[in-house]
Structure formats: C-alpha cells, structure tokens
C-alpha cells in the first residue's frame, strides 16, 4: 500500500510539473483574427437548451451563423448564473479580443457598467433592459414581451369555456412578469370577467412545483394555462394530460407538446444583432437601445398550425397584431 | 377568500397533490434513514437522485422500457452508493463533505450527460396511472389513493416494509447495532462495514428511483437541476421522522401537503405576497418539530467512522 | 488540552513526509483532475491545453490571481465560521441563507443612511451582515439547544427561507427606484454610494475584505485556542456529558457555535456586496447570489483541517480551482456542467485523502513511541483526534 502511495504521488506530481510547464500552448492554438471575421461571445444564466431564455439567444446565433457562415465565429459561455462568474467571463472575452461581447441576462447589467469604460473598441450589448448606463460601447435589448403576452391573451380568452384560465410563473419580476401582466391585460381586453389565476413557485427549477401549480389549476377549473421560464416544461405535462390548451412564450414549445400548445411568443433575437452588427461596422459601438417587438419581426408569434383554430381566433389575433404594431391598441 | 379553502376540491386537490409531491422524498428519505440508522450521513442524495433522473430517463427515451430504466437507475444508484461507501467506510473520509462532494457530481454530470446525449427538452410516455380494482372505484377515496402510479404505490408501501425491515428481522437489528454501538455490534461479530455498505448501497438505490420517480412517472421529462434541493429536504426529513419510517412519512406527508395548500392559496387569489406562500412549508415543517413533543437524539455512531482497535 | 499552546513549534527535524502530508489536498486536487481529463478527452478537448488555461486563470498573471483571492473571500469567512461550528460538533449547512441575510441587513442599512463618512458605514455594514447572519444562525442554534431540532433540518429549511425573503424584498421594499419605474423589473437594489465601497487593495477587483478576513483568521484561532470561550464550545464538541458534568452550560455554547458562525456567513454576504457588485441582485436562487460559496466554505475548511489559519491557503487554492475552472470552459468551450462535476470530484478525492494523512501521521507516532525516532512529536496534528468525523 505505501508503495502504491508512492508510486501514485510520483505520478501526480509528473502530472503537475506537465501541466504546469505548458502554459504557452493555448495562445498558439487561438484562432487567428483575420479582419473580416467578426468574434462574438455571448454569456448567459441558463443552459443553452433550456427550451426558454437562454436557448433564445442560442437560436439567434444559430441563424446568423448560417446567414453569415466563416464571417462570424462565436463562442459562449452558458450557466453563469452566479453574477460574480458571468462577469469575470465577459472581462475575459473582451480581453481576448472578442468584437461583440453579449450579456444576455438582466443580472449582469451592474458588471457591465464596471467593464466596458475598461474596453473602448469592444461593443458591449446587454438584455432584457433598456439601460446603457450613457455607455458609448453598451447597446440594451430588451423584448416587448407584454406585447406577445397580450396576444396569447386574446386568444386565450377567446378559446376558454370555463372562464378560469391559470399562469404559472417562477418569481414576481423581470421579463416573465413583463409577459403575465400582457397576457392578463389581453384576456381582459376581451372578456373583463374572465378569471386569471396567477401562481408563483419561488424558483426557476422546480419542475415538480411547476407541475403541481398547473394540476391545481386545472382543479380549480382552469382549460387554459400559460407560464414563463424554464421550469414550465413540467406544467405544459400536465396541460396535456388533461387536454387543456397552453401558451408558450420565450421559445417555440410546439415541438414539446404538440396536440395542446396553440401559440408561442417566440424571441428572434437576430433582427436585433444584425443591427448591431451593421452598426459596428459604421463604427457605432453602443449607446442604442433596442426592443424586440412585433413590429420590427424580433418577437413573433408562432401559431400551431396542426391544432386547426378556429379562424375567428386566428383573424382576431393577427387583428390584434396589427393593432399593436400600428399603435391602436396601447396595452396598460 | 380564505373560506374558499375549505371545499372540498379544495381538500381533494391537497391531499391528491401531497400524495404526489411526496413520493420522492419517501425513497430518498427513507434510503437516506438506512445510511443513518447506521451511521452514515449522506448529503449526495440531490446528486443521486439527480443521476439517477436522468439515467431513467435516457433509457426511456431510447427503449421505452420504463421496467429496464428503474433498473438502469437502480444500478447508477447503486455506483453512487458504493462510491460514497468506499470513501466514508473505507476511508473514514468526513461523511458532510464527502456527501456534498457527491452532490456536486452528480449534479454536474446529469447536466453533462444530458447536453451531451439529449440536447433538446423532450417528454415521453412515462408509468401510467394504474386504478386499482375494486378500491380505485371508492368515490373521492379512491380517486385519491387508488388511481396512482405504480412507482407512487411503492413509494408509500416502502414505509410499511423499511419498519418491518428495521424493527422486525435480524438484519434491521444489525443496523441498529452498527448504528448505536459499533465496537459492541463488532465483538458480537457484526460486520460493521458490511452493514454499512449495504445501507449506504441501499440509499444510492433508493435516491436514485426517487429521482426516476419524477423523470419517469410524475413528470415524464428531464431537464437539468430539475430536483430543485428536493434531496436537502429529504435528508431533513429524516430527522423529521426522527429516523422512523412513520416519522419520515408524516414529515413528507406534511411538507408536501403544505406545499398544495400554498399553491392553492396563490390559486384562489388570496392576497399574500407570493414568496410568503412559497415558504410556508419551510416554515411550519420547523415549527411542528419544534413544538412535537417526542424526539430522539439518533444513532449513537452517526456520522462516526468504525475503525476496529489494533 | 494545555498542549495546544504549542500548535505552531517547528519541529526540530526535518521531515520530508510532513511536507507530503500538508500537501495532501493538493495532491488529492491533481489526482482529481487527472481523472477529470477522462472526461475531457471524451468531450473532445486537450486536457493539457484545458488545465493549463486553468493554471493561468487562476494564477496566470496579476490580475487572474486578484480574482482567484476576490473569490476566496467568502470560503474563507465561512470556512472560519464552519471551523467554529464543526469544533463546537455542530453542522452549520446554512451559510447560504446566512449570507442572504447579512447581504440583505446590510444592504437595507447602505441604502437607507446616505451621508454618512464611508468608512463609518462600512464599519457598520460590517456589523449589520454579521448581525444578519448572526440571527439567521443564532435561530437553529436555539431551536437545536432548547427545542431538540437537528441543525441540519432548520439549516436546510432556513436558506430556502431566506432565498424567498431576498425575492421579496428585491422586487419590492428595496427594489431599485430605477428598475421599480422600467418596464421589465430587474429584481436588484440601487447601487451604494461609492463612499461605502470596500476600499480596493491594487488596481484589480481585490478589496480590503481580503485583510479583514485574515485578521478573522488570526482571531478565530485565538479565540478557539487562547480564550475561555473558544475552550468550552470546544469541550462541549468532543463530550457534552463530560461538558455538563464539568460545569459548562452545554446549551449556551451550541447556541454560540452556531451564531458565531453564521455572522461570519452574514459577513461574507456583506462583503459580496460592498466589495464587489455594490448592490444585491437575485436570479431567483441562493446560488445566484452565493455562488455556492455557503458548501464550498465548507470543503474549504475541512482542506484547512478546521484550523483557521490553514483555512487561509486553502481557501485562496480552492478559489483559484473555482476561477481557473471557468477560465477553462472558455478556452475549450467545454459544457459548464463538467466543472461542477469537476468541483464535486476534487471535494471527493480531497476528503478522501485525509485517511493517508492521518495513516501516516500516526505510523509516524507509532515510531516515535518504539524509540525508533528522536524526533519530538509533531504538534500540528494534535487537534486531528477532536475533527468530528
């Protein structure tokens, strides 16, 4: 046995010395920045297939990869849901040389503030908010999604017959109750006595409490629910077990459950970075804020086609689409 | 407003909730009091039941075999477990942070495992609700109880056998034993660390179908970090239950039902801020203990590492 | 217990497996790591390109090293309190919560008095988080002391307490007027006045909080060692009976383990804000905020075998693995997910070699008594024996 303590010790300090000794190589092996290659790095809270959020920002690269094939290279880091960490990793890519360093996450707006005066030539952009702290190098984006969530309440006061219809949300704040308050204030644009009942689990992951909130609202006679954020995967479950319809935002959730979700506010990100994209090559590196909304296509609502609306419900949406996006419906 | 509580949907949906929201922490708990009642502590249950979520459910998705999943899961368990042993058994490693080790690993590769293998957030088809004949006809009672799925069924018929297991056969003495009194179970010729093992490899089995529990049965879907600290609780739950089987269910049993009952409080629109709601069942699961009467100290040995002398 | 006076004598000899066996947890880090390449390899990156972009983010340069000790702050605090807590035989698993609500407490204070000399608020910040933290600790104490309830139990209960108090009061009392007026409310507190930032040691994100918490060090090993009380929450760790039977109030000093510890979380919490982001923000969870430095404090103390000065470099080497880590997953864009695998592993090995630690402590003792070794016994791992397993 102490042999072995031996033998292995040995082995770990070789190891060591092996690492230690070739600090040098990662830099050799950093791809070489050529002038036309635009380097973007984006940092977000969630993991990047989190059927919500952070995969939103994702899927915008995604599409903007294959828009612009080797002109842009992108790296990410996912999961920074601890501040202190997200922020180290955005100092880290503009000190890499990164163009475009993205902060996709309310949360991290106070680390931005810190870093980017640090780095003049690299642009900054920060979502959801609408602040860039008068920051020459920060752009904000945000999405309208009280506009999204205001449609998926008009068609949902529309399709329910029991009047009662449930929303499961993780905390009373940002973006998620941004889209509960669109959504209630679109179903009572139609019917003022339709009941929305309104649950909060307290967290992000809970996916059994997301569950049971949804199971109790159907208790409580609810044949329509929607809900925000990642852990909602448990509720649209039991949405379709028992057959009631479900309203998805931030991603598209079709693919998820196909027979009962009748719409998705879905976030296309990429209207707004090809923005930023032609501004920085003007040499406009921050400064502008940005909305994601119906009008300008970078929220848009994906309507499942295979459900077989009703076409009034269909009519009154797009309806309702137009009306925001020209201005004559304000929603409170 | 509060009235509305006390209908009987209400009461139903409370109580049918609980049920469910119980049978995870019944496996885990229960597991976790084995390890206990002889003397280890494990707090790696979130990172097994974690893993073994996720095992079922990978195997699900790629056999539809819900039987061969809770296998799989039972094996990964069962790694976990002996892993866990060998390193507090065998060498004596501080049981607390070994544990806390083990929860961050298996947190980290269910999430691996999962972006790596899977990728995208699907659901299937897990257990189906079985209706008991006879018994799932009861109205309102049965419905309750009797149209449930198979894994909830085990989940609350392990708390009958774990007692009759611990309190009336050789080897639930044994484990009292090694709990209480190592050196003295040792000079009567008990394995110390065989028992140990065993309860340890127990508790990685039993956490880990409580993790398919969700995956597979209650919520057919996996998606990272999906326990929420649910495996905390279960270790908090054993000392709830001051480490009986009875004990440990109705500390689940209260735990959960408080926890319908907040939701259906936030449901009916009763005006309290939402966080206020969430942290009820926090709350009065300290309070209950707090103010119960009965309580035990626990094993002896808990958390005491067995070296035998010479 | 007299002998512990003499914790730090050199021993007269030196003796090369006493370098070994201090540098046990270090060994223990590699060998994780070097199964940790297994996986790296699976994932399709270089190991070696992996762990040397970990080496350098972590103690590459001036500034990587700043964030390695930015980062060890926390460990520290709560390593401190978790070496008070585990001597008095108690398991504090709250930190998390405890952190919350020292941030919280002192944050309310830095946000309600506007005028104040900065380095007078910082003082009371300072007291405030450990006040905060102090309650939240100070509770189980007194729930386990007169009402029977396990510590573990209203620890585990109480930071899932705290999480949601934080939403509360983030997305309402204290929410930042800015954000209360926005569209889309970010759940965070205004920023303090600048006059109240913890005042930076280097051009770096590394703050003043790194001195306080070593002078804590210093203080937490006089008062375990040097003082009355630190002798009976000790005495009272290793044999209540014996304790009691001696005259110590028992409960008083379980109370006190556990309030003790829990301003040291509560302070960690203050500093977090005062010293690095300036204001509270919540994503929803404790992690969000803590970083999971409330369970990473912990392991950092055990690979400070409980005594606060050791804590000191075990908590900046366990920091540096925590920034390094990240560094890492950016340089070979490896899942997130693996380092906190990664972190688990390390906590396993390195838990797991105190055996060959203590095995070889103890044949070196063996040796001693057969007279086969001149050498006086070595002081330093005379308290091993009071580790609670």
């Known amino acids: 046995m102490k042999n072995l303590v031996k033998v292995l010790s040995v082995l770990l300090v070789l190891g060591l010395v092996l690492v230690a000794c070739t600090p040098a190589a990662p830099e050799t092996s950093e791809p070489v920045v050529e002038d036309e290659v635009l380097r973007v790095a984006f940092v977000t809270p969630s993991n990047i297939n989190d059927l919500a959020f952070s995969q939103s920002i994702s899927d915008a690269m ?51 503030q810190e870093i980017a005066p640090d780095f003049p030539e690299t642009v900054f952009a920060w979502g959801t908010t609408v602040d860039t702290f008068g920051q020459p190098n920060i752009h904000a984006y945000e999405a309208a999604s009280d506009q999204g969530g205001f449609v998926n309440g008009v068609m949902a006061a529309l399709l329910t017959e029991t009047k009662v219809i449930g929303v499961v949300g993780p905390i009373e704040t940002g973006d998620a109750k941004l889209y509960v308050d669109g959504f209630v204030a679109g179903v009572h644009s139609v019917d003022p006595s339709i009941d929305v009942r309104v649950t909060y689990i307290g967290s992000f992951s809970d996916v059994a409490l997301a569950s049971e909130a949804a199971t109790t609202h159907l208790s409580a006679g609810a044949d329509i629910m929607t809900g925000s954020a990642q852990m909602v995967i448990g509720a649209i479950g039991k949405a379709q077990e028992a057959g009631a319809y479900w309203f998805g935002t931030q991603a598209d959730q079709t693919s998820f459950a196909s027979d009962v979700v009748v719409a998705s506010q879905v976030y296309h990100w990429e209207v707004i970075f090809r923005e930023i994209f032609a501004l920085r090559a003007q040499g406009v590196l921050g400064g502008k804020t940005f909305s994601a909304n119906l009008e300008n296509g970078g929220q848009v609502i994906s309507i499942n086609e295979g459900l077989g609306l009703d076409q009034s419900v269909l009519d009154k949406a797009n309806e309702t689409i137009q009306g925001i996006i020209a201005g004559t419906i304000a929603i409170p | 407003m509060i009235s509305d509580l006390f209908t009987a949907t209400v009461i139903m949906g409370i109580i049918s909730s609980g049920i469910r929201l119980a049978t995870p922490y019944l496996f885990a708990s229960i597991g976790e009091m084995f390890g206990q009642r002889s003397g280890v502590l494990n707090l790696g249950v979130e990172g097994q039941m974690l893993l073994g979520a996720f ?71 897990g257990f189906p609700i079985v209706k008991i004949p006879l018994l799932g006809d009861i109205p309102v009672i049965g419905e309750i109880f009797f149209q449930q799925n198979l ?59 409580a993790g398919a529990s969700l995956s597979v049965a209650l919520l057919n879907v996996f998606q990272q970090n999906m326990t929420a600290g649910q495996g905390f609780i279960a270790v908090a739950l054993v000392y709830f239950g ?52 009965s309580k035990d100290k626990g094993p002896s040995a808990l958390t005491k590492a067995f070296e035998r002398e010479g | 217990m007299s002998q512990s006076t003499k914790n730090f004598s050199l021993p007269s000899k030196f003796r090369l497996s006493a370098v070994f066996d201090a540098l046990m947890p270090v060994f223990a880090t590699i060998a994780a790591l070097l199964v940790g390449a297994i996986f790296l390899l699976l994932l399709g990156a270089n190991p070696i390109t992996a762990y040397s972009a970990l080496l350098e983010g972590a103690f590459g340069s001036f500034n990587a090293f700043a964030e390695t000790l930015v980062k060890s702050i926390p460990l520290l605090l709560i390593g401190l309190g978790t070496c008070i807590a585990y001597r008095g035989s108690v398991t504090n698993i709250g930190g998390e919560g405890q952190m919350i609500v020292g941030a919280l407490l002192s944050t309310w204070i830095g946000l309600s008095f506007i005028n104040l000399p900065g380095w007078l608020m910082i003082i009371i910040a300072m007291l405030a988080g450990s006040l905060g ?35 509360y009061m983030l997305r309402g009392p204290l929410i930042d007027p800015v954000q209360a007026e926005a569209a889309s409310q ?60 001696g005259g110590i109030d028992v409960k008083k000093h379980i109370v006190l383990a556990l309030l003790l510890s829990g301003a040291f979380a509560g302070l960690a919490g203050m ?10 923000i919540t994503d929803g969870s404790s992690t969000g905020f803590t970083g999971n430095a409330g369970f990473n404090g912990i392991v950092a103390a055990l690979f400070g075998q409980l005594h606060p000065i050791i804590t000191i470099p075990a908590s900046i080497l366990f920091g540096g693995l925590l920034v390094g880590a990240n560094a890492m997953q950016r340089v070979v864009q490896v899942p997130s997910a693996l380092i906190t695998g990664l972190n688990g592993l390390v906590v396993v090995f390195v838990v797991s070699s105190e055996y060959f630690r203590k095995r070889n402590q103890r044949k070196h003792l063996a040796a001693i008594e057969a007279g086969l070794d001149n050498e006086p016994p070595r002081q330093n791992g005379e308290n091993l024996e009071e580790v609670p397993a």
């Open chain 3, 271 to 280: 500093m977090q804000v005062y010293g690095v982001n300036y204001r509270m």
């Open chain 3, 186 to 245: 970010i759940p965070q507190t205004a920023r303090l006045e600048v006059a109240y930032r913890l005042p930076r040691l280097a051009p770096t994100r590394l703050h003043i909080g790194l001195l306080i918490a070593i002078l804590l060090a210093v203080a937490v090993y006089i008062l375990l060692w040097r003082t009355t009380l630190g002798y009976r929450i000790r005495a009272v760790g290793q044999n209540q009976a014996a304790s009691k039977y």
């Open chain 2, 55 to 125: 095992t079922a459910y990978y195997v699900v998705l790629k056999t539809g075999n819900l039987f061969l999943a809770v296998l799989a899961a039972m094996a990964v368990g069962a790694i976990m477990g002996l892993a866990m042993g060998f390193v507090t058994i065998r060498l004596q490693a501080t049981q607390g942070i070994a544990g806390i080790g083990f929860y961050l690993f298996g947190m980290g590769m269910s999430n691996l495992l999962f972006q790596k293998l899977i990728g995208v957030v699907e659901n299937i088809n």
């Open chain 1, 62 to 112: 995604i599409v903007l990869k294959g828009e612009m094939g080797d002109k842009l290279e992108y790296v990410y880091s996912e999961n920074m849901f601890v501040v202190d960490d997200a922020a180290a990793a955005i100092r880290d890519y503009a000190q890499k040389g990164f163009d475009i360093v993205i902060a996709h996450g309310s949360q991290y707006g106070s680390s931005l």
């Open chain 2, 151 to 209: 894994l909830v069924y085990l989940a609350f018929l392990l708390v009958p056998i774990a007692w009759f297991v611990l309190n009336k056969t050789t080897l639930g003495l044994k484990i009292r034993a090694v709990g209480e009194n190592p050196e003295a179970a040792d000079s009567l010729g008990v394995s110390v660390v065989r028992v140990r093992y065993f309860t340890v490899i127990l508790g990685g089995i039993l956490s880990s179908i």
């Open chain 3, 133 to 167: 933290g102090a309650i939240w600790g100070g509770l189980p104490g007194l729930l386990k002391a007169y009402f029977n309830v396990n510590e573990i139990l209203s620890t585990v209960m109480m930071n899932a307490i705290a999480v949601q108090i934080m939403n």
């Open chain 2, 242 to 293: 001051s480490w009986r089987p009875f004990g440990i269910l109705a500390g689940a049993l209260l735990f959960s039902m408080v926890n319908a009952l907040q939701l259906w409080i936030q449901v009916l629109g009763i005006p309290i801020p939402s966080e206020l709601a969430v942290m009820m069942p926090y709350i009065l699961t300290i309070l209950v203990l707090a103010l119960s009467l």
